[in-house]
């Protein structure tokens, strides 16, 4: 029995779905099938690698490189043979942007969302080299909540050395939502305070590394990190009114 094809999640539909050469008549068409504009948004627009591309779309990795392939083959040959190009069709359903690997930048204009303006905005890139470390933030100190973080802190880090850092708001939506957004944003780390076994795990499936039970000075926090210094409780979890941040 064939196994049964999986249907693929995409952020929204594209704002402009057809490209024509200026002033050349155009025999033939390409069509490219949203899954496929997806998986060239996410991996060549929002820099996402191919694990990242997967988890948003809820689909294999090896399926996302397949669509990719597909993808870069049919842009190149309108380009380079003056065909029409035209997004339509293909077997996928909208995002309503409360996956737990969702890159939370345009869901919010899916009809799904009705109209929330309460979204999580993505990260400038970090180079190749660079840590990034995220900690979960208010007035200065590490929150203790992770799923009710209202504002993550990011420090961009190269050869222990801080370069950058930048507070992002969250609006706390809960831990779904922000593992996705760590992981867009391609946050190696995460300091925290209390935090759930479901967080742990999505963390931990995501990739990045946890230090959790961390109080105190956030900026202080990431230097202990630095320097070695750093403890961390990982037997401290996070159960506030068993709400869905754990």
């Known amino acids: ?82 065909k029409r190009l035209v997004i339509s069709g293909g077997d996928y359903r909208l995002c309503d942007g409360s996956a737990a690997f969702c890159c939370q930048k345009r869901c919010r204009e899916n009809p799904a969302d009705n109209g929330s303006s309460d979204t999580l905005l ?13 900690v979960t933030y208010e007035n200065g100190q590490v929150f203790q909540h992770f799923g009710h973080s209202e504002q993550l802190k990011f420090y961009d880090v190269e050869k222990d050395q801080i370069i950058a850092a930048q507070i992002a708001d969250t609006n706390g939506r809960g831990h779904r939502a922000l593992v ?34 961390v109080s105190g000075s956030a900026d202080e926090a990431v230097k202990m990190l630095l320097s070695g210094a750093l403890s961390c409780d990982s037997d401290l979890h996070c159960n506030h009114h068993n709400e869905d941040h754990n």
């Open 122 to 134: 993505a990260l400038q890139s970090k180079g190749e080299s660079t840590m990034r470390i995220a």
């Open 180 to 213: 996705g957004f760590l992981v867009v944003n391609n946050a190696d780390l995460l300091i925290c305070g209390g935090i759930g076994g479901r967080a742990k795990a999505a963390l931990t499936e995501a990739g990045i590394k946890l230090y959790n039970g």
């Open 1 to 82: 029995m064939a196994r049964p094809k999986r249907c693929r999640r995409i952020c929204t539909e594209p704002d402009f779905d057809a490209f024509a050469p200026a002033g050349i008549p155009c025999a033939e068409t390409v069509t490219l099938t949203l899954e496929e504009y997806e998986t060239i948004r996410l991996i060549d627009l929002e820099n996402c690698t191919h694990q990242q591309c997967a988890q948003q779309m809820d689909i294999s990795r090896t399926t996302v490189t397949e669509l990719y392939e597909k993808a870069r083959y049919k842009i190149a040959d309108s380009l380079i043979g003056g």
